[in-house]
């Protein structure tokens, strides 16, 4: 079997792990999302069928005949049905604890898989395959009575079980007779009885889930979509710094990649500010404000650590590291074979100058808010302005735009639109703290930068803005200068702007991110986010059955969970791309929210 993704995300806020259709834990990393990938088998370039794969974790039952997959419904806790050909079936729940625990929240590094039979005696194999050194070697093994240390990599895991060790160690084919528990996590003893304590763990984890998705304002329609999206992208989260990472995986590339050919290959495993706006953003819209406030602390931490420089790069580590130097993973071939498998990102050395924008207005709701356990304050204002100072003396300076080009820079007119955010939204968290001579001075700030993007964005000949200051080209972000309130949709100059972005980049149902060649050559894949964006003009343009129908056939190409990654070929038929993309699971959510009926109607 070919690594594919449809894959299903279980997770905590500090452990994740993509589990494949057969149920194979095939992606998961320790300590940390960024970290060391124990179970590699997705980028192995192996077929995860051969008897001698490594990095995955697979309950194989002897004669397979069918399988089924599905959530527990509102959490991230996976059930798997198993039937073999003599119609004998078992039922596999995986899941991450996370519950409140000593005034706290429980949420280890810690994987459980509770396995029983439903209908007869099925023949069993179990096969725990670990790799380190981002699949160099497999980790080395020790064991006791009634568990195995994995052993060899930054982070060593135990497996305690109340069945044979045995089994597990020399992957014995045995009958299924009763319910067992496993459960992988820290190097420490498990003083409780197994069996009891994960179905105790189940039922907490099952209740804080719940508890969770009944705080969401989800809308009316299309409930079950926004609010798996939801939950996707909170496992997103590492809770313990409060940073959001882009994906939780690597180096899946944008498109097939042919022999020779190079690939667009990313790590996505660390907090792009970008990225994490949007989903801070999203989650707000449902009114999801403890993911708001932690985020809030990992960016407090972030301006500090800038200091009175406001220099501020695109992305940091999941600790606030700002170096994340990038490298190759010899010991993995890449997803289906199509490498290489990169480990940190170039991006931390850009200048990428809309992050300042997504500073400010990721901070600006904390000075209204009332719900916040702690309301922004004088002096996180005055932290937030040497950051506007940035977004000021960089508006119109060259940048490596949003999309991260490697070989060629120009003044993007979205990164100077983020600027002109920077300052608009601190002028309003100025006037809203009774600072006047402050609001007066970043607002005749945003002025100025408004005049400029006006003079030097707009393409007169043409009759729209253009990607670049001075250019003619496109871009999908221009759709975006009116969700930060740059510009009205009826604005004449936005409306042109808006059809000649769909009239350039749309292909087929979906939409491109540019056009324009970069440092790989043509785009081979549309961008999932920005057909949403597209979404979302249509529906701004009065075309609202058109964005509905755009809007199903995006819910129509989500994986078996639910779920989207970055890109999508153009006839829509297979997603590429990292995986979940938080991007496209807040387009999701953004668009529902837009289109839905309101609540109202089904009074």
């Not at 590339?253 to 706006?277: I, S, T």
């Not at 170096?323 to 050395?349: C, D, F, K, W």
């Not at 005055?382 to 508006?395: I, K, M, S, Y």
């Not at 005049?451 to 496109?474: C, H, M, P, V």
Request: hydrophobic share 40%; aromatic share 10%; charged share 25%.
């Amino acid at each position: 079997m070919r690594q594919s993704l449809e894959l299903f995300p279980i997770g905590n806020c500090a452990a994740s792990s993509l589990i494949d259709e057969e149920g194979r834990h095939v992606w998961a990393c320790a300590p940390r999302v960024d970290g060391d990938p124990f179970f590699s088998a997705l980028l192995s370039g192996r077929d995860i069928d051969q008897e001698d794969a490594s990095g995955l974790w697979a309950i194989d039952v002897i004669d397979r005949a069918k399988t089924s997959q599905a959530y527990v419904r509102n959490t991230p806790i996976l059930r798997t049905e198993i039937t073999d050909a003599a119609g004998a079936r078992l039922e596999i729940i995986d899941f991450c604890p996370r519950y409140r625990q000593f005034g706290r929240l429980y949420r280890p590094l810690a994987f459980v898989r509770l396995i029983q039979p439903i209908e007869g005696t099925p023949r069993i194999r179990i096969k725990l395959r670990p790799t380190v050194d981002y699949g160099a070697a497999p980790a080395q093994i020790t064991r006791g009575s009634n568990h195995i240390r994995y052993v060899g990599g930054k982070t060593t895991l135990r497996l305690t079980t109340d069945m044979a060790v045995s089994h597990v160690v020399e992957e014995r084919i045995f009958r299924l007779e009763e319910p067992i528990s496993l459960f992988l996590g820290p190097d420490e003893g498990f003083d409780a009885d197994i069996m009891s304590t994960t179905r105790r763990m189940l039922r907490e984890t099952t209740d804080y889930w719940r508890h969770w998705v009944r705080t969401l304002s989800t809308p009316l329609e299309w409930q079950a979509a926004v609010i798996r999206s939801a939950i996707t992208l909170k496992l997103c989260a590492h809770e313990e710094t409060g940073a959001i990472v882009a994906a939780l995986t690597t180096s899946i590339p944008e498109h097939a990649v042919e022999p020779g050919e190079p690939a667009r290959n990313w790590d996505y495993r660390y907090c792009w500010l970008r990225d994490a706006y949007y989903v801070v953003q999203a989650l707000n819209r449902l009114g999801a404000a403890d993911m708001l406030e932690n985020y809030l602390g990992y960016l407090r931490n972030l301006v500090d650590q800038v200091g009175a420089s406001g220099r501020v790069q695109p992305l940091y580590g999941v600790g606030l590291e700002p170096v994340l130097t990038e490298r190759i993973a010899p010991g993995l071939s890449g997803y289906r074979g199509m490498g290489p498998v990169r480990v940190g990102n170039q991006a931390h050395e850009h200048m990428q100058y809309d992050v300042f924008g997504q500073i400010v207005l990721s901070t600006v709701q904390a000075f209204f808010d009332e719900r916040l356990i702690r309301p922004a304050s004088i002096d996180d204002f005055r932290a937030l302005e040497p950051v506007g100072d940035r977004a000021f003396e960089l508006h119109d300076k060259p940048d490596a735009s949003l999309w991260e080009f490697r070989g060629r820079e120009a003044v993007h007119t979205y990164s100077s639109v983020m600027c002109w955010a920077a300052c608009d939204r601190l002028a309003n968290a100025a006037q809203k703290l009774g600072l006047g001579e402050r609001a007066r001075y970043w607002d005749t700030r945003a002025g100025k930068i408004r005049e400029t993007i006006e003079r030097e964005a707009w393409n007169e000949k043409l009759g729209r803005y253009a990607s670049t200051f001075g250019g003619d080209q496109l871009d999908a972000s221009l759709l975006q200068l009116v969700d930060v309130r740059f510009c009205s949709p009826d604005n004449p100059r936005m409306a042109a702007t808006m059809q000649a972005v769909e009239d350039g980049l749309r292909r087929g149902e979906f939409m491109l991110r540019y056009a324009l060649p970069d440092d790989f050559g043509e785009p081979k894949t549309a961008f999932n986010f920005c057909t949403f964006w597209l979404i979302e003009a249509l529906h701004l343009s009065g075309r609202g059955e058109e964005a509905r129908e755009l809007f199903e056939e995006m819910l129509n190409r989500r994986t078996r969970a639910g779920l989207l990654s970055e890109d999508i070929t153009f006839d829509g038929k297979e997603l590429w791309g990292n995986y979940p993309q938080t991007y496209s699971l807040v387009g999701l959510i953004n668009c529902a929210t837009l289109l839905s009926r309101p609540w109202s109607s089904v009074r």
